[in-house]
């Protein structure tokens, strides 16, 4: 062993701790080195890894300072050793960009996506802790290019999916909007539940086919007129 610093005292270690002149890098490696046509070497690098409580500050936030933390084809892994730790990525003050997952070839980016064990709960947060005043913007797949097929919720067992809307001035609190030629279906060949439209018991409107039709266009609203030959259709009004 090589031991650098042994005192049992309140004490510090300074490992290239000299301030470079203008113009000049200090460069410090720590278990960098290899032996020539042996690629396979192992190192193994502990820092703060001992008994006790340790507090590991790696980088700088001073200037363009810049931090990157590497692996081959085992995994990087961020490990808090409590149930209870907590992992933060970005400040409260951040504006730059936080990216999950660059990679420009097929890829699978999975969050939250372990399997709960039974009697417990996952729950994923995502953009729900907007000040009062404040805005959230949240886009799923709304790429401008390329094609996005989008899953939300699932039909296993009692799942349920909520979407809500607020009223915001002068629009929509949820809008379903496919291109020009797009279908919109609500419900699928095989269901024999429920479907409702409107179940306020308040004083409202509920339009059906209520747009204006342009001039020369026809529109055309069909409700109960698809029964197969056997099949039969009953309407009430």
């Keep these: ?34 032996v020539a046509g042996n690629t396979a070497n192992d190192v193994t690098i502990g820092i703060g890894s001992g008994n006790g409580t340790s507090s590991v500050t790696i980088g700088s936030l001073t200037g363009a300072s810049a931090l990157t933390l590497r692996s081959g084809s085992g995994a990087l892994n961020i490990t808090p050793g409590a149930a209870t730790g907590v992992i ?7 504006t730059g960009f936080i990216y999950l997952g660059t990679s420009t070839a097929s890829n699978t980016i999975n969050v939250g996506n372990a399997i709960t064990a039974a009697g417990n709960t996952q729950t994923i947060n995502i953009g729900n802790s907007a000040a009062a005043s404040g805005q959230t913007t949240i886009n799923v797949g709304a790429s401008a290019n390329g094609t996005s097929t989008i899953t939300i919720g699932s039909t296993n067992g009692s799942s349920s999916v909520v979407i809500q809307g607020g ?9 379903l909007t496919p291109t020009a030629a797009g279908v919109i279906t609500v419900g699928m ?7 409702f439209i409107g179940t306020s018991t308040s004083s409202n409107t509920i339009s059906i086919g ?21 099949g039969q259709t009953t309407i009430n009004v």
Excluded at 167 to 175: D, M, V
Excluded at 189 to 195: E, F, K, R, V, Y
Aim: charged residues 0%.
């Design 210 to 230: 209520n747009a204006g039709t342009l001039a020369t266009n026809t529109q055309t609203i069909n409700i109960g007129n698809s029964a197969a030959t056997s």
């Design 167 to 175: 009223a915001p001035t002068g629009g929509s609190g949820i809008s």
């Design 1 to 34: 062993f090589i031991y650098l610093g042994t005192s049992t005292a309140s004490n510090t270690i300074n490992v290239g701790n000299a301030n470079p002149a203008s113009g000049s890098t200090q460069t410090i490696n720590i278990g960098g080195g290899s």
């Design 88 to 94: 933060t990525i970005g400040t409260t003050s951040s």
């Design 189 to 195: 060949a095989t269901q024999t539940g429920s479907i």
